[in-house]
């Protein structure tokens, strides 16, 4: 093979060294593209570039692309010569494959001599394109020169390997063009110098904003940076100064001048000069930037160091540097983001040495003082952002992936609150990696250990922290110091550090910050004390009161006054329950000792000796009241009774007094806001005494009104709740219990462990605890109804549901445009002043009775394009598309408006009858017309439409005048009022048909019909002039001579063409021009006239309905007033992608496993949508789909359909398009308007310049408008070939603004061994493939803590404007919805006089609904919660928090507070509501808007939505474990904090205590019954009807049967359905059996609400997001619900049979009934709901599969590496997984409960009849010897098995013949002789069986003491023997329906609401997919 021809170059010198290439496999030489994007991680950034430009060139030159890919193979070579990363050497071998291909080949193609002459020739070419169109960057162009500029980058490169010195010129001009390129490729804003004439670098505000950054004159050292680049600016200084990367400092420039100017060209008034920064737009930006950081500073009593200097012209220039320097930390972080106090301890010291070099100030050695951490580019992520960050990875790494215990570690919450403290400073600046900050206690072997160790000499340690309290040996010295330093100190630094300069200091691990969290139920009675407190004294009052027979509290006031001295013990237990709080919050933060100040230790010792000591002594002093009598009554007056004063009442008003401050607080939340915030010493001092004081949860009060308005909604529930529970619960159980406690018992049924026992204390409780329970619980189920009320009427309040039906759009639809311009047009500045002037009602006054000329055009373009969106999306069809569209004429602009065919459906046929058989005078007629408006408009519009179209047609003279006297004539009689005299209506029938033929014709404008059209113009004139006008002889008249001619001439006349059939000159002009409008006119004159009734069902499509309704009733919200787009906030969207679908694949779409393919599922259930994409594609079937392009619309099509991120980003680009449209509607005039806005999006066509209006319409979405995927793993799914990346390049080539940020993973060889290295990368598409914008490098993996939160904070920094919106990937959006977008971010500068708002709450809409029953349920639940739950808890409750999407944050408030999402392991599970939490904390504020929607997808199978739940409730179980959560319980105000309990954790709280209620009452039925003592109550002292328990039951029933969230559901659906279908819909649920999925829903829900709390092991579970509905193996469902409800199921079973059994001997069966049907329902839904949702859960065949399935899976043995899904044994493990980490008191709790099982066999080993009723204790030792004989014999057949079975098989037979016969004769022998009957053993079996899961239970708990014991084994197959039996109980129920025809009937009930969309599901199910 010939050689590289290098003749032109240095002799000697090749172009590689490899070794020669010999090969040659191909003569001719064929031009294929090399893979270029499939690269291994460590080469792809260094010779991607090459590799691509070869692909690129090839065609064009074939021996270039060869040379740059040998080039590439150097590269690749020289990087990694021995191939040690991953990948590499397949590469490698598979390009030298290419290039020995290649090689002679290209050579016979090459047209230049050499190598080097075709290089410089190519590079010529593209070289002069650049230099003839690089000045200006056009439209058409950009793409073109940004590929001109890689091409010559890469050919540059290529060169100077090969190029002598001769050609030294032209390398060096290709380097000046390669530095230019690296210009080319930018974000947003083109900085370059070739953009600046573009569209968006021209507007003013970028250029100010951009002058202001570039402003570096007078900076100290800007001379010495200059050189670096043409455009030096303020980060540049910067990054010179402190060694930021640069791909940091290229992404924070353009953040910054985006935030700049788009602050700078909101202000009001305008600057004097736009082209200048304003600058209230620095000091607006820089006090919202910086607000944190100096409420930082202020709390720990140090001073800003944000310093500004005297001389005006310096001090905006000071003020953006500091701006770029916070903006630069944050921008560098990584995960220091989640820390934004960490952030403000960094950025004070380095603005401090900021202002260090800004003045000049001098070091000691004269020298100028510069940063310690300056130098290098990346000297900031090595010092200061490394060294934490190892200490926050370091601490994650012992979380153990969830399993570790959170006091074990230090997560985020942790390491930032230690900068809350004054210790921080001890850290110092440098940082001291000495201080025990950076020490982590290591998880193995316990050792203090660095995070970093530090190298080279020691450096000197320094606390530059200020202590002003020294220690004192004397506590009562310390005590009054502790007061002095409060009245006195300056800063008030709360800190007990001591001065370790100069010395040594034992390292220790700090541990925990401020909170520990420990798993304990107890953490709900510490974060809500006040409320368990209240509730408490509310029931010891109540029992009080019902025990001296009060009938209602106002009786006190007539009563004995030794009844109030009793009520007022309630103190005593308010004492005690102080005593509990003061104990508890020592044992929870004992952990976080060693970081306490001396002061907290000191305030949880004062409380602790407080609550002591009031404690001790309220009894005392009560029982010496009561001892000596000395109440002494009072008379006031016969209104107000007696009052009791006595010593205990002095001393419980001493007692109070310390609770009168915080009462007079309350009211007064000013002054209490004032007193947390302040820092004035006697503030201080009760702030310290009333909350330890934290950075955080000061200031959160709400306002005077907001205050009234949530205390009114508690008030009156707390009063109803109260109520109820003392007539219904309290009072009528006191009786009863009086009797309990007098009757004496001394016959029991069993042996009695505490005979002594007085008073019946076991029968008291087991009747008193369930009512407690439940008395605890119902407080949830009273504000589910008040929510339901306040709910519902504030709706009716927001105008929610006014226009619900088509119907009602038609009604008010003339009203819309008035709404719209109100709404959605910018007022004038005029008017803007008038409507602040105004109030709400005068505005809405405004909106619809105020239409302005130029609103009419703009609804008509609005309109138009959402009707356009509904087409694209195939909602509607061509037709229904043309009835809905508005037509665009002139006369828009004089303010009418054509309205829509489908308003005016039927209206014209109307009118033609009425005026037919219409009799009596013309003013009557049209009157009647006019009284319905669309008719009127409909005659109009027909009658001046076909004036218009004669007008074109009749082109003829004497045609054109007749025409014209008709005309003529017809209006000279309307405006005479003599219509009905001059003219025979009988003949508009005939008319109308004529006419609709005329117009029929002229649609289809065919040249062969002109015959046609004459005839019908002849037809038409008769008609007029014979069957209608009373004088149509005068035009008859026209039509003859009129002129006297001769006979022969008249005769030669009457032969000419006849009236409209002349051809020369011709009469008419036909076809008609191909006139846009005119064809629209003919085509709209057709619908009109033809239209029938059926046009009032347009549109068909119900998602298209509703969209419609929902945009028209938002038009009559509240809504801000839109600004111009120019003015409006900007704003991002971010969606975090992980590897969910993107886009159905071809073979996914068609492929099927169980059940139908997705295609074929979406076909059924889309059938209309289906049909209108069949129309738009032009085809007729699938078949006619064989064109590339139509392959991709089906791929597409389908994909829009499911929950891909296909759809999200396409809902989510909708925000650009309307922006566009916006920003059109803004600038253009009315003229423009009248064209369209498709023209002016038209002009991207490659001719039109920057300076277009399509141009600026670009800038100006560009610029408020910014949409970023955070998918991580792009870059590493890229490089191996996944089908997710290249679906993610797809949507970024068809979407230009899009862009995705990655992690890049790239592996270095270092000096020991190969280290990875980190980078978050920002890409964008630039032909088809995707640039690299900005890299910045991170200081290790960031996916630290939860995978979702950390997805985001890479990403955030590439965010742009002033509001971040957060999308999940299963959402959508809808285009009428983005043209809203504009008012809801004036949200957030309507403050109202409240606080400005943080988090924007939106509505969603769950379009997942209409799948399946189940999927319906989870919309309705979705949808109530959502909407009025949503807006009840922001307004009036003030507790509505972060819910995950589509919330909009305001972004510098969280840029600076931690980001949008918490990312501690574990804890935050459930990241985004702590987002809600932390913002609350820090004085934030959250509200809800219902006037914008967004769709959201949900999980639409049992599984996936049981799984959902159980990830929700394991978030709730950590969230109330969680700082958040207590801080918030202690720092609202009382019914605030109600609000927050009962509407977070309280709900899954309270669902487990009513879950408890009911095995509480059954176990206390069950001690009553084996115990005797229930019998013997009853029949003593008739006791049975016990009325309260009943009232319990019915309470927890409400609960059990979902109506708890069926009450708001109604009352939403009512509101925007109308209450009749509301009414249907929750009836049609029951049938569907909703109360069956609600109540299975809450057994999910306090399972693992509970286990969480208790055990940990909370984690994200996938649900999967796909919508085919397939079978679930019987296999699959009992590993999801078999601990969660299966068991429980069983045990609830045995509860309720044994409660049957013993007693029926006292009790009817009826009272039975009405005491457990609620729970036989509830054990009933447990065991069979996952089948009853099953599809195919009960088609037989399906049913043999899961049998062979089940049988497989139980029988399998487990190991390492098999999966839970193919053995019992893997399962099992797993399923107990969280008890091997769990913590010594809750394996001693879960023993406690275990303990319940033994109560079985205790009570019922004394009913057996072989007892003989003995009540001997040895009765139940003898069943333990029994239980220890089946245990013996399981082991004998166990260790039988294992020697005997494979040797001896016949021997082992006998062996288990012979057991079997032993025990069979033993039963026998014991039936004889001692009377043992078969219901004995039936009880023996109820008794055994609850044992031994006891003691499996048990095992379980202690397995980590047992695990290697050898009974391990027997554990093990007992539990697999329960498994399978609870199986086999589960199976036969299901064999034996499957077993009768009830398939089709249960597919009924599952897919209601397909079948009532005309679906056939059956087909689905089966899989009959004839689709190919």
Known sequence: MAEISVSDSIPGKRISSLRPLTRSRTVGYVAEPFDSEKLPLALASNIRHFLRVANQIESESPRVAYLCRVHAFERAHQIDPSCKYRGVRQFKTNLLLRLEQDAEATVLNRKEKSDVRELKCFYHKYADYILKHGGVYETASSELLMKAHGIVFVLVEVLKTVTSDASLEIVTSGETIEEKSELCVYNILPLGPGGAQQAIMQLPEIKAAVAAVRNIRGLPLAENHQRSGSFMDLLDWLQGLFGFQKGNIANQREHLILLLANIHIRQIPKPASMSELDERAVNGLMKKLFKNYKNWCKFLGRKSNIWLPSVNTKVQQHKILYICLYLLIWGEASNLRFMPECLCYIFHHMAYELYGVLSGSVSLTGEKVTPVYGGGSESFLTNVVTPIYKVIYEEAQKNKSGTADHSKWRNYDDLNEYFWSPDCFQLGWPMRHDHDFFTVLS???????????????DHERKWLGKTNFVQIRSFLHLFQSFFFTILSSKDHHFTNAQDTTGEDHERKWLGKTNFVETRSFLHLFRSFDRMWSFFVLSLQAMIIMAWHGLGSPFQLFDSDPIIFEDIMSIFITSAVLSLIQAVLDIAFTWKARHIMNFFQILRYALKLVSATTWTIILPIYYADSRR??????????????????????????????????GMVLFFVPAVSSYIEISNQRLCTILSWWAQPRLYVGRGMQEGQVPLLKYTLFWVPLLLSKLSFSYYFEIKPLVEPTKQIMKISVSKYDWHELFPKVKSNAGAIVAVWAPIILVYFMDTQIWYSVFCTIFGGVSGIFHHLGEIRTMGMLRSRFQSLPAAFNGCLIPPSPRKEHKKNIGGFFQQKVHKVSENEKSSAAKFAQIWNQIISSFRSEDLISNREMDLMTIPLSSELTCGLVRWPVFLLATKFSTALDIARDFVGKDEYLYRKIRKDYYMHCAVKECYDSLKNILDFLVVGDTEKRIVAEIIFEVETSINRSSFLVDFKLSGLLPLHTKCIQLVDLLLENEKCHQDKVVKLLQDIFEVITKDMMIDGSRILGLTSCSQPLEDTACLFRRREPQLFASSDPPAILFPLPNNGPLKEQVRRLYLLLTVKESALNIPINLEARRRISFFATSLFMDIPAAPKVRNMLSFSVLTPYYMEEVNFSEEELHSRQDGASIFFYMQKIYPDEWTNFLERMECDNLEDFNDVNKLKELRNWASFRGQTLSRTVRGMMYYRKALKLQAFLDMAEDEDILEGFKGFEGEDDGKISQYSLSAQLDALADMKFTYIISFQTYGALKSSGDSHAQDILDLMGKYTSLRVAYIEEKEEIGAYKPQKTYSSILVKAINDLEQEIYRIKLPGPPNIGEGKPENQNHSIIFTRGDAVQAIDMNQDNYMEEAFKMRNILQEFLRHRGEKPPTILGLREHIFTGSVSSLAGFMSYQETSFVTIGQRLLANPLRVRFHYGHPDLFDRVFHLTRGGISKASKTINLSEDVFAGFNSTLRQGYVTYHEYMQVGKGRDVGLNQISKFEAKVANGNSEQTLSRDIFRLGRRFDFFRMLSCYFTTVGFYSNSLISILGVYVFLYGQLYLILSGVGKALLIEAGTQNIKSLETALASQSFLQLGLLTGLPMVIEIGLEKGFRTALSDFILMQFQLAAVFFTFSLGTKSHYYGRTVLHGG??????????????????????????????????????????????????????????????????????????????????????????????????????????????????????????????????????????????????????????????????????????????????????????????FQFWFRIFKASLFLGVLSIIIFLSGICKLSVMDLFICCLAFIPTGWGLLSIAQAVRPKIENWQIWDSIQILAQAYDYGMGLLLFSSIAALAWLPVSAFHNHILFKEAFSRRLQIQPILAGKNKAK
């Open 1658 to 1847: 909370a984690k994200y579970r996938p649900t999967g997001r796909k919508f085919v509905v397939c079978h679930a193996s019987f296999t699959e469902n009992y590993r999801l619900y078999s601990r969660s409800h299966f068991v429980k199921g069983f045990e609830l079973m045995f509860l309720l049979i044994v409660y049957n059994l013993f007693c029926q001997s006292y009790q009817n069966n009826m009272k039975y009934v009405l005491a457990t049907y609620s729970i036989w329902f509830m054990l009933g839904t447990w065991l069979f709901a996952p089948f009853l949702f099953n599809p195919s859960g009960f088609e037989w065949q399906k049913t043999v599969e899961d049998w062979k399935d089940w049988n497989r899976w139980i029988n399998n043995l487990g190991g390492i590496g098999v999966q839970q899904d193919k053995s019992w044994e893997s399962w099992w493990n797993d399923e107990q997984a969280h008890l091997k980490h769990s913590g010594l008191s809750s394996r001693i709790f879960e023993i406690l409960l275990s303990l319940r099982f033994f109560l079985y066999q205790y009570g019922l080993v004394y009913h057996l009849d072989i007892s003989h009723g003995s009540k001997n204790f040895l009765v139940y030792v003898l069943s333990w010897v029994v239980i220890g004989i089946i245990f013996l014999l399981i082991k004998v057949v166990k260790k039988g098995r294992q020697r005997l079975s494979i040797d």
């Open 628 to 661: 000596n009598s000395t109440c002494s009554a009072q008379r006031f007056g016969s209104g107000i009774g007696q009052w009791c004063f006595s010593s205990y009442t002095g001393m419980v008003a001493l007692y109070l007094m310390t609770n009168v401050i």
């Open 443 to 457: 998880s193995k072997d316990h050792h203090f250990t660095n995070a970093q160790e530090t190298t080279g000499e």
